[in-house]
């Protein structure tokens, strides 16, 4: 098993299971609280979490072939949170907390398939400009971190 690999996967799990703790800790009250700056229910953000991992993943194998991620724009993205948002507006925390489970491991285990040089390879990003990523940063900066950023803005929604 490649070092690398397998600790970007151990820190998506980390944050995959400290939102999980979370949201098991919340009444059902807090569930539906809109979260202050996003406006979505903290239910509907930990879906968010788990349904978008396959994606994430989708486009950092995109790179670790070397080929450029083209047409993605963060309007096309608030337009898919939006949209998300509208869907799963009475999202029960089981269905939630199944769907984070799954497709985090389902994550974790497509990161630990990753060599050294598919993690250092690199191509444009549409999401940025175009500016030539690399697989390891662009899995970074979404898919392990994302679980961490709405973690803390539930937080300070809860004050927890």
């Known amino acids: 098993m490649n070092k690398r690999s397998n600790a970007l996967a151990e820190r998506l ?3 995959a299971r400290a939102l999980a703790t979370l949201a098991n800790t919340l009444t ?46 963060w309007d096309a993205v608030h337009e898919m949170n ?8 009475a999202v029960t925390r089981e269905a939630a907390l199944d769907l984070l489970r799954k497709n985090s491991a389902a994550a974790a285990d497509a990161i630990r398939a990753l060599g050294d040089e598919d993690l250092d390879r690199a191509a444009p ?20 971190r994302h679980s961490y950023h709405h973690l803390g803005g539930i ?3 809860l004050k927890k």
Do not use: M
């Open 155 to 157: 937080r300070r929604a």
């Open 28 to 73: 059902d009250a807090e569930w539906q609280t809109p979260v202050p700056k996003d406006g979505r229910k903290v239910g509907v953000i930990v879906h968010h979490v788990a349904s978008v991992y396959p994606l994430e993943i989708q486009l950092a194998q995109t790179l670790a072939e070397g080929k450029p991620i083209e047409g993605v724009s």
């Open 13 to 15: 799990e980390q944050g």
């Open 82 to 89: 939006a949209g998300h948002a509208s869907e799963q507006a």
């Open 125 to 144: 990003v549409s999401l940025y400009a175009n500016a030539p990523l690399t697989c390891q940063f662009f899995l970074e900066d979404h898919a392990l």
